[in-house]
């Protein structure tokens, strides 16, 4: 039916898909939706866990976002048309018209946008919920309906990314929520392209965007263990001895707390690392010593510079000697990781919100000793 009458197939599609309240208004027709194919994603909710109607909507969804971008174009070139007659037929031109080039920035400004605030919704989508979590406490992370959605949506955002690889770049400059950034980079093959610009979202004066950056990098290098990557990753850890000594002491928990997963998906990247990321813990740690940011527990400071003078990796990232575990577990422990990379990131978040930066720091550089260092030790 696609190809025989694909746009009576794809109106019909989305008024069937509405929701209950909807279904008494009037029907959509092909050039509302050619017009805002924002509508397409005002369906039932229960289209979001159903991946067989999923499926179909979001073959619907990449129609009408095709369609609308196309009758964008052919809108403005008609337009410019018709004032190119005009001029021809009066030599006059109108102060309130607009010149070619600027219809032109407005019309990609607004496909822009539209395709953004999809990709937007549809990560959205991909959060999980209490009955996804109840459902992967029967099935298991990788049967649930949930995983199969984020699957679909990471296939859905490769093609856009493809087709338009500026799109990676405004959809990270406008950020989402940091627990799907391991189902993005591992889910959308075109992430790479993230490497490219994770330095300038770095330099952005906004601390969240800093925060958001620091973690987009842990992922997307992890990911993608390239030259260029280990340079981004350095650069990470400039940045973040640098915030440091500028954070103020009432934002230190807000910003830190979020990266220090970070620091251990870098180093299990680059186990080199390790020794900056004992030098930022360390630093962290003074700070948080000398301010008094050690709310719950206190940590010796120089638990952390025992590991520097065991030179466990020299400049080559050979182990030179096999540390042993130097601190304590805390008194919360995380959940037992899961293996659905959301509900794990959720996890860590959680357990790092309900104790104090110092302990934090302090659980992540046992997770580097445990995860990194004893590892490449073993190996040897």
């Not at 050619?34 to 289209?47: G, T």
């Not at 953004?116 to 549809?122: E, G, P, V, Y």
Request: aromatic residues 6%; contains cysteine; charged residues 20%.
């Amino acid at each position: 039916l696609n190809s025989i009458v694909p746009q009576r197939l794809w109106v019909e599609t989305v008024n069937s898909l509405r929701p209950a309240h909807q279904k008494s208004h009037p029907p959509y027709t092909h050039q509302n939706l050619i017009e805002d194919p924002l509508i397409v994603l005002r369906c039932d909710p229960c289209v979001f866990r159903c991946p067989t109607l999923f499926e179909i909507f979001l073959r619907v969804l990449a129609s009408y976002t095709s369609t609308s971008r196309m009758w964008l174009s052919e809108h403005a070139h008609i337009q410019n048309c018709n004032e190119a007659v005009s001029m021809d037929t009066t030599g006059i031109m109108h102060n309130h018209q607009l010149g070619p080039e600027e219809r032109e920035e407005l019309r990609i400004a607004l496909t822009a946008a539209q395709e953004s605030a999809i990709i937007q919704l549809l990560l959205e989508v991909c959060l999980p919920s209490a009955e996804d979590r109840q459902e992967a406490s029967v099935l298991g992370p990788q049967l649930t309906s949930l995983r199969e959605i984020q699957c679909l949506v990471g296939s859905y955002l490769h093609q856009v990314f493809i087709a338009e690889p500026s799109m990676v770049k405004l959809v990270h400059f406008q950020g989402y929520p940091i627990q799907l950034l391991p189902m993005m980079v591992s889910g959308v093959p075109s992430m790479h392209i993230a490497l490219d610009f994770i330095s300038e979202l770095l330099a952005q004066p906004q601390l969240e965007k800093q925060v958001f950056a620091i973690q987009l990098a842990a992922h997307v290098t992890h990911q993608y263990p390239l030259p260029d990557a280990m340079g981004v990753a350095r650069n990470v850890f400039k940045k973040l001895n640098h915030l440091v000594v500028e954070i103020p002491l009432a934002k230190q928990e807000e910003v830190f707390k979020p990266v220090l997963p970070a620091i251990v998906i870098f180093c299990e990247a680059f186990p080199p690392l390790c020794v900056d990321a004992t030098e930022f813990l360390l630093n962290l740690s003074k700070v948080c010593y000398v301010t008094g940011s050690n709310l719950k527990s206190g940590i010796n400071v120089s638990s952390f510079a025992k590991i520097q003078q065991t030179k466990t990796l020299d400049a080559t990232g050979q182990p030179v000697q096999s540390p042993k575990p130097i601190i304590q577990d805390t008194d919360q422990k995380p959940s037992p990781p899961s293996r659905d990379p959301v509900f794990a990131m959720e996890d860590k978040l959680k357990f790092l919100k309900g104790i104090s930066l110092t302990e934090g720091a302090k659980w992540t550089f046992q997770q580097v000793v445990e995860k990194v260092v004893l590892k490449v030790s073993g190996k040897t």
